[in-house]
């Protein structure tokens, strides 16, 4: 009976033991688990001109991305005035850095929109205005895990957004986020120490 007490102890601490290394190897148990939450991703959208883009647009510039629309009545001109700001303050740095706005209101802007809109003087001169299809929008918004909802009806209905700004880095990676209500100099400052980092930037 102890024998055959001792063979199941055994057998039961061999499958543990499998077990355990199945998990580890899986990463169930893994002591550092990977980061799932990716943000960015492939994109097809048209820009303010009318022509095809995607994802290859935030390759070779620090791109500040932020999602917004032209019937905006706060949050989206302050962030753009913000951006705006950031650019002069870079200096000679901004011939590396662009502003990218993708419109979660596709129906209303249209390249031609987007063109007059981004035409404030106050408003980054790099400047990207991307839109698209309804399908197109929700795709890129859900790569980068943007609440998007419109609210209202008729003409004049608004769309609830995130008001956060993503830092892309050169390779089109996510460095970091800029939240809403920096300021100009704030923004420069978090795009230069990513710059003095190197296009692999995790951090700014």
């Known amino acids: 009976m102890r024998r055959r007490t001792l063979a199941v102890i055994a057998l039961l601490a061999l499958a543990f033991a499998i077990l ?3 998990a ?8 550092t688990p990977k980061q799932t939450a990716a943000v960015g991703g492939p994109f097809q959208l048209v820009d303010q001109s009318g022509r095809t883009v995607d994802q290859r647009l935030l390759k070779g510039k620090w791109s500040a991305v932020f999602f917004g629309f032209t019937h905006c009545p706060d ?3 302050t ?7 950031a ?3 870079l200096g000679r740095d901004a011939k590396d850095f ?14 031609a929109q987007l063109a007059a809109y981004l035409n404030n003087p106050a408003f980054p001169k790099q400047v990207w205005g991307l839109t698209g299809t309804d399908d197109q929008v929700k795709a890129v918004a859900k790569a980068y895990h943007v609440f998007h909802r419109k609210n209202g009806e008729g003409a004049d209905y608004v769309v609830d957004h995130s008001t956060i700004t993503y830092l892309m880095s050169p390779r089109g990676e996510f460095v970091c986020v800029l939240r809403h209500g920096l300021s100009p100099d704030e ?3 978090h795009v230069r120490k990513a710059m003095a980092t190197g296009p692999r930037a995790t951090a700014c």
Request: aromatic share 2%; net charge negative.
């Open 20 to 22: 355990t290394g199945l």
């Open 24 to 31: 580890v190897r899986t990463g169930i148990l893994s002591p």
């Open 75 to 77: 949050v989206c001109p």
């Open 79 to 85: 962030t753009m005035f913000a951006l705006g700001g």
């Open 87 to 89: 650019e002069q303050a």
């Open 98 to 111: 662009q502003t990218v706005l993708i419109s979660v209101d596709p129906a209303r802007d249209t390249p």
């Open 187 to 189: 923004i420069a400052g």
